[in-house]
């Protein structure tokens, strides 16, 4: 299994907005059939060093994360996420 964890800095780092961006990643469950499972989850701490909002995905094989990058219901959300967010951070592991 391959765990995909991305952390989110918004531009605006508004709960308003953390509460959008998380609906966007969720809207794709069950949607793309090598995306097997999706968590988002909003910051609770907002310390200075607090990214707002992370995204977690799984898929079964590093050629299935490949697919689900260009898929159709990922290119919306993700050009959603590049207007939205300051700055990322990712981790790719295999499990």
């Known amino acids: 299994m391959v765990k995909h ?14 509460i959008e961006l998380q609906q966007k990643f969720l809207s794709m469950k069950g949607k793309i059939a090598e995306l ?5 989850g909003i910051d609770a701490l907002r310390s200075d060093r607090s990214f707002d909002v992370v995204l977690i995905c799984k898929f079964d094989s590093m050629e299935d994360m490949e697919t689900y990058k260009t898929h159709e ?3 919306p959300v993700m050009a959603y996420v590049k207007s939205v967010a300051e700055k990322s951070h990712s981790v790719d592991f295999i499990d």
Request: no cysteine; charged share 30%.
């Open 73 to 75: 219901v990922h290119l």
């Open 5 to 18: 964890i991305v952390m989110y800095k918004l531009k605006d780092s508004t709960e308003q907005n953390a």
């Open 36 to 40: 097997k499972d999706i968590e988002s």
